[in-house]
Structures are given as structure tokens and as C-alpha cells.
């Protein structure tokens, strides 16, 4: 009975189905029947296929990758844990808190760093005060711009005047100092701006860039020329300056603490670049390269570190602790499939200065677009120069050009890759061009300060 039961009820089904669609196709009163026939054959003979594919294909759209990203975190923090415990105990704790402390604090009655950002008030006084006796008619347009010209030339040129001439700086207090100088001057710069624009606009258009501390009320220009409004927009997450900021309703205790979070690498760090002395000292290619390899693991894990201590943790803390806003302080640079596309997400606070100040202020001069966006590169390049060469006290330009390399790396990577290759060509660029330069600074310093003295 079962072999006729198997050998029939097939045979029986397929032939009624046949029917039934014969019968669909001359008669529509049968439509409804044949498609709850078909689910019913469907379950009796166990059909279980269909055209469907891979989840890990790019054309099945599927996206939830979570579980695999934890997977990935997991495996890189085990699979670095035993280098970790291997550096411990070969080397000891080379980075401590007291030596960090005296990075900073070389001479204990010397506090040249930490004197330099007190001096920094100084400039952003000056700015205020010419903003003011603009407002008022005491000075012209002319005077103001040259007096504004002055200052922020003096902010990039006094401080690193006493970084090269005071020994006592040390190359992480210069870091810091020009750092915190840069920023001012980028912000002093868009101050000035927007003011400028408030004094060209009538007095309907200048309302509608009006803002004041509360979320309440709000002032107009000249109203927000104050000290409380100048040093909010200073210590304020950002680097454009506006008459009405975004406020958040109140400060979250619990979102402050969990932005607490900082880690260093530079333990993982110091043996492999003091290794790598001596084979760049002899030009040795092979063991280059292969120091070089070494030092892209620890150091592009510091740089995502610090991107995520700076850009996450640090950036919301201060925009907690003022209430500020306006929180998107990078966007998905990681899926970067070109070098201008990264450029463009992975620091939005710059980015949002070069493109209101710089890049768009050149386009209404009648710069093409090209010409702007070099522009824009060569003005990164020198800052990014300024910062590591003053501090190092010397000129080598590994930053300069690292960054004007961009250039035909974005035309190449725009032109030639796309997609997965053009994202793995960026994240190629990052993990490989970084430690290059921290290889050729670390190898000239040490070449120019601790080998004379060997000598």
C-alpha cells in the first residue's frame, strides 16, 4: 500500500494541477482555486526552493552585519592581546603617568606651554575689541581688516617663535600650543567673517542669524558681540561661527560619563619605532619594510583611538557640557570609496571652515573647482607641516607632501577604482601612509638629536 500510495499521490496531484491551470486559462473563475491548489501542493510535495542569493553577495541586499563586526572586534583584540603581554614583559611599562606629566612639565619651574594658551586670550580680546569698534563706526572696514590681518598673523607666528627659541617646549607641549593656536586662529577667522557679513546685510537678513546663550531668545548683531558669546564660541565644538547655535534641552550626567574614555598604544609603539632606528639609518629596504609593517598595526589602531577619543568622546562631552547641538562631528568616512570622499567626512568641523571660508569664497572669485580643491589641500598641507615641524624643530616636509600627495592619489582612486577596490584603496592609504611619515619624522629626529650626541 505505501509504494501505491507514493507512486500515485504524485502522479494524482500533477495531473490535477495540470487541470486546473488549463481550466485558468479559459475560464478566470478558477484563479483563485488553482493558486490555493498550488500552496497545497507546495506543502504536501515539500518544495522548499526558490530564486533567492547569498547573503553575502552584494546583490542579495543584504546589510546587517553586526554580528560580524562584533566577530571582527573580538579576533583583533585577541589576536593583539599576546603581542601586548609579550611587549609588557619584554620591555616593562615604558609609558607611565609621571613620564607623561613631564613630557609637558620638562622643567618643573618652567611652564612655557601652559603659559602660551594663558597668552592666547590676548588675541581673541583683540578680536572682540575690533569687532566692537566696527559695530560702532570707530573703525573702518579697512582698519579692521588689517587689524584682524595682524592679529591672526601674530597668532601663527609668536607661538611658534617661542617653541623654536625656548628649549623648555617640549615637542608634545609644541603639539599642544600650536594646536590649540590653529584652532583659535581657524575660528577667530570665521568670527570675523560672519560679522563682516551681519555688517553687509540689512537688518531683516541679520535676524535671521540672530542666537544668544538661551534657547528662548534670541539676539542680533551687534547684540552678540559680548565676552560670554566670544568664549562660548571658543570652547564651543566647532570651528564656524554663527549667530544662533542649536542648543540640546539640558545636560545628560549619564551621557558625560560614558564619553570618559581614553586608552594609549603607545607602550605597543616605542619598541618597534626605537627598533627601526637602525635599519633606516642603513637604508636597509627589506628590514624598512618590514618595520614599516610592523608599526601600521599599533599605529593605525592609535589613530582609530584617538579618532573615536577625540571625534566621539571628547567632542560630546564639550557639546554636553554646553548644550551645543549640533553633534555630527564626522560621517561615514569607513565606506570611503574615494581619498576626496574621506577627506570630506572624516572631520567635519574642518571641513564645514574650508568649505564655508575657503572653498566657496574662491568659487565666487571665479576659481574653477579644481583649482579650489588644491587650494584647499595645499592649505591643509601647511598646517598639517606647521604642526609637527615646529614642535620637531625641523623642516623635512614628510607632512607637506604626504598631503599634496592626496592629490593625484584622489585622481587615481576616482579614475581607476570603484566600489569595494576603491574603498580598500583608501583604507590602504591610511593604514600604510601614516606610520611612513611617523618613520621618516621619528628617523630624522633621531638622527639630528641622539646620534650627534652619540657621536
Same mark, same amino acid.
Given at each position: 500500500?505505501?509504494?501505491?500510495?507514493?507512486?500515485?499521490?504524485?502522479?494524482?496531484?500533477?495531473?490535477? !494541477?495540470?487541470?486546473?491551470?488549463?481550466? /485558468?486559462? =479559459?475560464?478566470?473563475? +478558477?484563479?483563485? *482555486?488553482?493558486?490555493? $491548489?498550488?500552496? &497545497?501542493?507546495?506543502?504536501?510535495?515539500?518544495?522548499?526552493?526558490?530564486?533567492?542569493?547569498?547573503?553575502?553577495?552584494?546583490?542579495?541586499?543584504?546589510?546587517?552585519?553586526?554580528?560580524?563586526?562584533?566577530?571582527?572586534?573580538?579576533?583583533?583584540?585577541?589576536?593583539?592581546?599576546?603581542?601586548?603581554?609579550?611587549?609588557?614583559?619584554?620591555?616593562?611599562?615604558?609609558?607611565?603617568?609621571?613620564?607623561?606629566?613631564?613630557?609637558?612639565?620638562?622643567?618643573?619651574?618652567?611652564?612655557?606651554?601652559?603659559?602660551?594658551?594663558?597668552?592666547?586670550?590676548?588675541?581673541?580680546? !583683540?578680536?572682540?575689541?575690533?569687532?566692537? /569698534?566696527? =559695530?560702532?563706526?570707530? +573703525?573702518?572696514? *579697512?582698519?579692521?581688516? $588689517?587689524?584682524? &590681518?595682524?592679529?591672526?598673523?601674530?597668532?601663527?607666528?609668536?607661538?611658534?617663535?617661542?617653541?623654536?627659541?625656548?628649549?623648555?617646549?617640549?615637542?608634545?607641549?609644541?603639539?599642544?600650543?600650536?594646536?590649540?593656536?590653529?584652532?583659535?586662529?581657524?575660528?577667530?577667522?570665521?568670527?570675523?567673517?560672519?560679522?563682516?557679513?551681519?555688517?553687509?546685510?540689512?537688518?531683516?537678513?541679520?535676524?535671521?542669524?540672530?542666537?544668544?546663550?538661551?534657547?528662548?531668545?534670541?539676539?542680533?548683531?551687534?547684540?552678540?558681540?559680548?565676552?560670554?558669546?566670544?568664549?562660548?564660541?571658543?570652547?564651543?565644538?566647532?570651528?564656524?561661527?554663527?549667530?544662533?547655535?542649536?542648543?540640546?534641552?539640558?545636560?545628560?550626567?549619564?551621557?558625560?560619563?560614558?564619553?570618559?574614555?581614553?586608552?594609549?598604544?603607545?607602550?605597543?609603539?616605542?619598541?618597534?619605532?626605537?627598533?627601526?632606528?637602525?635599519?633606516?639609518?642603513?637604508?636597509?629596504?627589506?628590514?624598512?619594510?618590514?618595520?614599516?609593517?610592523?608599526?601600521?598595526?599599533?599605529?593605525?589602531?592609535?589613530?582609530?583611538?584617538?579618532?573615536?577619543?577625540?571625534?566621539?568622546?571628547?567632542?560630546?562631552?564639550?557639546?554636553?557640557?554646553?548644550?551645543?547641538?549640533?553633534?555630527?562631528?564626522?560621517?561615514?568616512?569607513?565606506?570611503?570609496?574615494?581619498?576626496?570622499?574621506?577627506?570630506?567626512?572624516?572631520?567635519?568641523?574642518?571641513?564645514?571652515?574650508?568649505?564655508?571660508?575657503?572653498?566657496?569664497?574662491?568659487?565666487?572669485?571665479?576659481?574653477?573647482?579644481?583649482?579650489?580643491?588644491?587650494?584647499?589641500?595645499?592649505?591643509?598641507?601647511?598646517?598639517?607641516?606647521?604642526?609637527?615641524?615646529?614642535?620637531?624643530?625641523?623642516?623635512?616636509?614628510?607632512?607637506?607632501?604626504?598631503?599634496?600627495?592626496?592629490?593625484?592619489?584622489?585622481?587615481?582612486?576616482?579614475?581607476?577604482?570603484?566600489?569595494?577596490?576603491?574603498?580598500?584603496?583608501?583604507?590602504?592609504?591610511?593604514?600604510?601612509?601614516?606610520?611612513?611619515?611617523?618613520?621618516?619624522?621619528?628617523?630624522?629626529?633621531?638622527?639630528?638629536?641622539?646620534?650627534?650626541?652619540?657621536?
Amino acid at each position: 500500500h505505501m509504494l501505491i500510495l507514493c507512486f500515485c499521490c504524485p502522479l494524482f496531484i500533477h495531473t490535477v !494541477v495540470h487541470i486546473f491551470y488549463a481550466a /485558468q486559462s =479559459s475560464n478566470k473563475k +478558477f484563479s483563485t *482555486l488553482s493558486v490555493w $491548489l498550488g500552496i &497545497c501542493v507546495s506543502a504536501i510535495c515539500g518544495l522548499c526552493h526558490k530564486t533567492q542569493q547569498s547573503l553575502l553577495s552584494s546583490a542579495s541586499g543584504y546589510s546587517n552585519y553586526r554580528g560580524v563586526l562584533n566577530w571582527c572586534v573580538v579576533m583583533l583584540v585577541l589576536s593583539n592581546a599576546r603581542l601586548f603581554l609579550e611587549n609588557l614583559l619584554r620591555y616593562g611599562i615604558l609609558v607611565d603617568p609621571i613620564q607623561v606629566i613631564s613630557l609637558f612639565l620638562n622643567d618643573p619651574y618652567s611652564w612655557p606651554a601652559a603659559c602660551l594658551v594663558i597668552v592666547s586670550n590676548v588675541f581673541i580680546l !583683540v578680536a572682540l575689541y575690533t569687532e566692537r /569698534q566696527l =559695530s560702532k563706526g570707530s +573703525f573702518t572696514e *579697512l582698519v579692521g581688516f $588689517l587689524v584682524h &590681518c595682524t592679529n591672526m598673523a601674530v597668532m601663527l607666528t609668536f607661538p611658534a617663535a617661542v617653541v623654536l627659541l625656548v628649549p623648555s617646549v617640549t615637542p608634545v607641549g609644541g603639539v599642544f600650543v600650536l594646536g590649540t593656536y590653529t584652532i583659535l586662529f581657524l575660528k577667530l577667522y570665521s568670527y570675523k567673517d560672519v560679522n563682516m557679513w551681519c555688517r553687509e546685510l540689512s537688518t531683516v537678513k541679520a535676524k535671521k542669524l540672530a542666537r544668544s546663550l538661551s534657547c528662548d531668545r534670541q539676539v542680533c548683531y551687534p547684540g552678540n558681540l559680548t565676552i560670554r558669546d566670544m568664549y562660548y564660541f571658543v570652547f564651543a565644538p566647532t570651528l564656524c561661527y554663527e549667530l544662533n547655535f542649536p542648543r540640546s534641552p539640558n545636560i545628560r550626567m549619564s551621557f558625560l560619563l560614558r564619553r570618559l574614555f581614553l586608552l594609549s598604544f603607545h607602550q605597543w609603539m616605542i619598541p618597534i619605532i626605537q627598533s627601526s632606528m637602525k635599519p633606516l639609518e642603513d637604508m636597509d629596504l627589506s628590514r624598512m619594510t618590514e618595520r614599516l609593517l610592523r608599526l601600521a598595526v599599533p599605529n593605525h589602531l592609535m589613530w582609530l583611538m584617538f579618532f573615536y577619543w577625540f571625534f566621539h568622546s571628547s567632542l560630546n562631552f564639550t557639546a554636553e557640557l554646553l548644550r551645543f547641538g549640533d553633534r555630527q562631528f564626522y560621517k561615514d568616512w569607513w565606506n570611503s570609496e574615494s581619498v576626496t570622499y574621506f577627506w570630506q567626512n572624516w572631520n567635519i568641523p574642518v571641513h564645514k571652515w574650508c568649505l564655508r571660508h575657503f572653498y566657496k569664497p574662491l568659487l565666487r572669485r571665479g576659481f574653477s573647482k579644481k583649482v579650489s580643491q588644491s587650494a584647499v589641500f595645499f592649505l591643509s598641507a601647511f598646517f598639517h607641516e606647521y604642526l609637527v615641524s615646529v614642535p620637531l624643530r625641523m623642516f623635512r616636509l614628510w607632512a607637506f607632501m604626504g598631503m599634496m600627495a592626496q592629490l593625484p592619489l584622489a585622481w587615481f582612486v576616482g579614475h581607476f577604482l570603484r566600489g569595494n577596490y576603491g574603498n580598500a584603496a583608501v583604507w590602504i592609504s591610511i593604514i600604510i601612509g601614516q606610520p611612513f611619515a611617523v618613520l621618516m619624522y621619528v628617523h630624522d629626529y633621531y638622527v639630528l638629536h641622539y646620534r650627534q650626541e652619540a657621536d
